[in-house]
């Protein structure tokens, strides 16, 4: 979706991708999802879910390559699922509706044990937030989701998807540290 105001340049493009990772412990299956998606040299800035206007958000394919160096602040909002029980699943999804001609939106993450139980979530706290928005709520269009799944054999896991609204330098680095 796209609001209809605006140019390219004027709009914030956020970025929705999803991986999963396994490690020796489940914090190291969690930064293997962070690998995967392209998101784990960053400090995370867990976000609410408030999509602002002039907003677009998009499918991406992984691993992103979000602008920034080692340590930047990542502006996203993201649903991790872990699991250390072989046989078990771990399911993560972003479910999103958007005002096409403003691009003011909502966001809501999940986590469960299957794509259906994250799915079912999804849809019902979105209609949770469309009516507790009133007519705006009433005007965003349909829901749009992105699940991730994986499923334990001998080591952790993590499922996790991420929607990557910006990075953000704490300070500007000399043209040596600029990697």
Same mark, same amino acid.
């Given at each position: ?14 970025? +929705? ?9 489940? @914090?190291?299956? &969690? ?9 784990? =040299? &960053? =400090? *995370? ?13 998009? #499918? %991406?394919?992984?691993? #992103? ?10 502006? #996203? +909002? ?11 699943? %771990? ?18 993450? /999940? ?8 799915? $079912? ?5 979105? %209609?949770? *937030?469309?009516?507790?928005?009133? /007519? @705006?709520?009433?005007?965003?269009? =349909?829901?749009? #989701? $992105? ?9 952790? +896991? ?6 990557? &609204? ?10 040596? *540290?600029? /990697?």
């Amino acid at each position: 979706m796209s609001p209809r105001h605006g140019t390219d340049s004027s709009r914030l493009n956020i970025q +929705v991708a999803a991986g999963a990772g396994s490690g020796c412990t489940s @914090l190291a299956a &969690f930064d293997s999802a962070l690998q995967t998606v392209g998101a784990a =040299n &960053f =400090n *995370l800035i867990r976000l609410s879910s408030v999509i602002p206007a002039m907003s677009i958000l998009s #499918l %991406a394919s992984t691993p #992103l390559s979000p602008p920034g160096h080692w340590g930047d602040r990542l502006y #996203l +909002v993201y649903a991790a699922s872990r699991t250390t029980v072989p046989g078990a699943q %771990a399911w993560a999804g972003l479910g999103w509706i958007q005002d096409t001609e403003s691009g003011c939106g909502l966001l809501v993450e /999940h986590e469960g044990g299957s794509e259906a139980e994250v799915s $079912a979530d999804i849809h019902a706290s979105i %209609a949770s *937030l469309r009516k507790g928005r009133g /007519h @705006l709520g009433e005007q965003m269009g =349909n829901v749009e #989701l $992105a699940t991730c799944g994986v499923t334990c054999t001998d080591q952790p +896991v993590c499922a996790l998807v991420v929607a990557v &609204f910006k990075t953000e330098p704490w300070h500007d680095l000399p043209a040596s *540290l600029a /990697h």
